[in-house]
């Protein structure tokens, strides 16, 4: 059995549990005067029972998935010759790996007889394990719905129970987002002091020459190398700004017009072919400004004679800053929108009273009340500018230069980080675990924008509440 066919009937399952448990609680009330002597709603009931199902089986399908890949992979390795077992893990993984494709029928060539045979073996195992796991969960579910059904009674406190479950569950989940996030930063931190072991912490936050070439095989030659990080921060930087001079005043202007200035109609037109621009894939930005927007500003310098004085060239800053700006108004201006028409309409009405002007009250009363948020859109943005990579690399090209020409090409840590961890690299060389380096970096600068942006928040938020 699939376990998408397993899922779908347990779903069934519980849904027929549910309607069991809650008639049940509704004929348990017939005897003592209606569902109103019930301790709980009928719902409560039938979700009890549901918990008293699900939670059995749901642990046990979480174990079984877990551990069945292990079993079948350890039943199928002693079934292998005993030249393959005695070569170590290593040419274990090869075989079963070759095994697999055998399965999916992706082998190229004639495969050895041994291996068509632990094939079938897998296929084998795999069918009598879910066969078997579908009939345990079964099993199972009817064991602890019987029980929850017959617990039942008029002054069970079914509310409590199904409250307090459904509490264990979301604190679940936000401890799994907090491990999730404490996971991400040991990790990255942990083989960031890996790199700074083998690099200086100096030479990487004050270099100024980027050129990680010592992640080579052994069987290669090796090249010098330099870990200087500022060309990459400066080029983010760079790209960054740009990217803010177009996103932030289109935005905001954009949002005050449609939630102050604009008719109903302008309003429903505008406002979704805006955050149309949201939806089209970075890659396809990528194209435009690699194929139209940079030539363009290229032949443009040339043209008024730039080039004279400094570097102009097809992959510029400049073209990778304007795109990243359009594309990212959507975001500053949904949210500035949102933000705006949250604020009391009392507030307008008040300034309207005293004689204020229409635009007086945009930039004194709504502006200043709306701050908060306004701010939030703009770290929003700031951060999409920072993480962007497709756009650069097709625009902006992949060289590290430390320069403020906005017509020259540059790089950003994203970029780098992609470049260092893609094709043959060893992950215990100082390239690759540079890449760990600057994506430690990143998250220090991400958090010291949110510190200054909650702090900002609270300032405003406290003067205008």
Not at 2 to 14: K, R, Y
Not at 365 to 370: R, S, W
Not at 434 to 461: D, P
């Amino acid at each position: 059995m699939s376990s998408t066919l397993l899922l779908a009937l347990m779903f069934v399952g519980f849904i027929t549990i549910y309607k069991l448990g809650r008639s049940r609680s509704l004929a348990l009330a017939t005897n003592v005067g209606g569902a109103r002597y019930l301790n709980s709603l009928p719902f409560y009931y039938g979700m009890i029972t549901v918990l008293w199902a699900a939670i059995p089986a749901l642990i046990l399908l979480g174990l079984w998935y877990a551990f069945d890949d292990a079993v079948i992979q350890a039943i199928v390795v002693q079934h292998l010759p005993a030249e393959i077992r005695e070569a170590g893990n290593t040419e274990i993984g090869l075989v079963l790996n070759k095994v697999r494709l055998i399965i999916d029928n992706q082998f190229l060539g004639e495969p050895p007889e041994y291996m068509t045979v632990a094939a079938a073996e897998i296929n084998k195992l795999t069918t009598l394990s879910s066969n078997l796991l579908a009939a345990l969960i079964f099993l199972l579910m009817s064991v602890s719905a019987s029980v929850g059904y017959f617990r039942i009674h008029p002054q069970m406190k079914a509310r409590l129970f199904v409250e307090n479950w459904f509490k264990l569950a979301l604190l679940i989940c936000s401890m799994i987002a907090i491990f999730t996030t404490l996971g991400i930063v040991l990790s990255v931190l942990l083989e960031s002091i890996k790199f700074f072991r083998s690099v200086p912490i100096t030479e990487f936050l004050f270099g100024l020459e980027w050129s990680p070439q010592n992640a080579m095989r052994a069987d290669q030659v090796v090249g010098s190398s330099s870990f200087g990080a500022i060309p990459l921060f400066a080029g983010t930087l760079l790209i960054a700004f740009i990217s803010m001079l177009i996103a932030v005043p289109v935005g905001l202007m954009s949002a005050i017009y449609l939630a102050d200035y604009a008719p109903t109609k302008v309003r429903s037109t505008v406002k979704p072919l805006l955050e149309i621009l949201a939806g089209i894939p970075t890659v396809v930005y990528g194209f435009f400004a690699a194929l139209t927007v940079a030539p363009m500003i290229r032949d443009l310098a040339i043209g008024m004679g730039l080039d004279n004085y400094m570097t102009v060239t097809s992959e510029s800053a400049l073209a990778v800053g304007l795109i990243m700006g359009v594309m990212i108004v959507p975001f500053v201006s949904s949210l500035s929108d949102d933000v705006i028409n949250a604020v009391p309409q009392s507030l307008r009405d008040g300034a309207l009273a005293l004689g204020a002007t229409k635009s007086e009250v945009v930039k004194q009363v709504v502006i200043p009340a709306a701050l908060p948020g306004i701010v939030g859109g703009f770290l929003l943005a700031v951060s999409r500018a920072i993480g962007e990579t497709m756009i650069v690399v097709m625009a902006a090209g992949l060289a590290a230069n430390l320069t403020a020409n906005p017509l020259d090409a540059v790089t950003t840590v994203t970029v780098q980080i992609v470049t260092l961890l893609t094709g043959d690299q060893e992950f215990d060389s100082p390239k690759t675990l540079a890449a760990f380096a600057l994506g430690l970096m990143l998250f220090v600068v991400t958090l010291a924008l949110n510190y200054i942006a909650l702090h900002v928040v609270k300032k405003y938020r406290e003067q205008y509440e």
